[in-house]
């Protein structure tokens, strides 16, 4: 009979089945790439990342920042206007919302005239350099070179432009801040009566129309243009401030559209995306990992991301302003302008109340835009994410 075999110890260098086994039933999952996120990390580390993450139903960080800028051009220039011995010495229309034009000793400023170069030549054709700037950026730029891309971008540029209709332009009858106008107990005297005279004479009502008694629907077709064009002005009612509402709208549109882009194309991993969306199954997980999930990362495999990194470090060296490219230039300058109008508009127009409501209702728009396809999934897959 063979005797029996003596155990062999382990070897120092060579750990056991048993312990083999362990180990590798305690090691993390592996997880699939996230863009931004550089090197995967252990298990607590993606814990705490989870719990760090931003909430999907409001603007990020970086995105807070900038809004925020928007409120505290308002209150510097209003707190200017109150404070500049010019300004608040020289008189101001309240009918109107401007300083009187053709008082003596002038307006206090060039940017306080209605007919200054910038504001007939830019801010009243605003959306045509906002969408020409765009175009040029989507057109031109590396970050769009694919189809689906541009397609996504298009539509968003189509739902901040049918909000600017709604409000300024047109919402099935008059626009947004006419309807406010009228509501609120604003009229128009003049266009009023020249509208009740024609009435008058046409339905054979015997004497005169008082300009108070609203004939045959006239609040729904007196508009601000036709205030204008009958020689009659708008008085009492709250008054929007157009000029607020398009600048804030048109700039914070194309800052959402460059910026994402310009971060991911050239900074890549070097800057963590911040943005969260909500899954179909209602995880809240980054928006990189949201892109790959749904198989739409059509450019990722692991040679093409060492390409572009290469791409990415040299575009970093570069700089910035290289890495804008020709349309992101052009988008930078409108920005640029919108915010100097902006002031203007902040010190020489309006009142403080108009110039709150024109910012609240351009965040509106940019907040169903931007903000609100990241936790409902459905319309993220139409409109998609800038940068993504």
Sequence with gaps: MDAPSAAVPSSPDRPSATFTRRKLS????SRSPELFNGSTSSTSSTSSSTKARNNPYYPTPTETIILAG???????????????????????????QSHVQDAPGGTPSYFARKDNLFNILFVKRAWFWITISFFAFVLTHPGYRQTERKVRATVRWALVTVWWIFVTQWFFGPAIVDRGFRVTGGKCAVAQQKVNLQVKGESGVPGPVDPEVDVAGL???????????????????HDISGHVFLLVLGSAFLVQEVGWVVARHYLGRRVKDERTVVMHDGAVKSAA???????????????????????????????VWDALG??????????????????????????????????????????????????????????GLPGL
Excluded at 26 to 29: D, E, H, K, Y
Excluded at 70 to 96: C, K, Q, W
Excluded at 333 to 354: N, P, Q, R
């Design 26 to 29: 305690n090691m993390p999952p």
């Design 70 to 96: 928007y409120p505290l051009l308002l209150l510097f220039g209003t707190l200017f206007s109150l404070l500049n011995p010019n300004v608040r010495s020289s008189p101001y229309d309240f009918v109107s």
């Design 219 to 237: 609040k729904e077709f007196v508009t601000a243009a036709a205030c204008k064009a009958a020689g009659g002005r708008w008085t009492g009612g």
């Design 289 to 319: 990992t949201d892109l790959a999930a749904d198989k739409r990362w059509d450019d990722y495999s692991p040679e093409l991301d060492e390409q572009r990194e290469v791409k990415e470090g040299e575009a970093v060296v570069k700089g």
């Design 326 to 383: 020709h349309g992101g230039k052009v988008v930078l300058g409108v920005v640029g302008l919108s915010a100097w109008m902006l002031l203007m508009t902040a010190i020489y127009f309006h009142t403080w109340f108009e110039k709150l409501t024109g910012l609240l209702v351009a965040l509106m728009g940019l907040y169903f835009t931007y903000i609100v396809p990241r936790f409902v999934p459905a319309l993220r897959g139409i409109v």
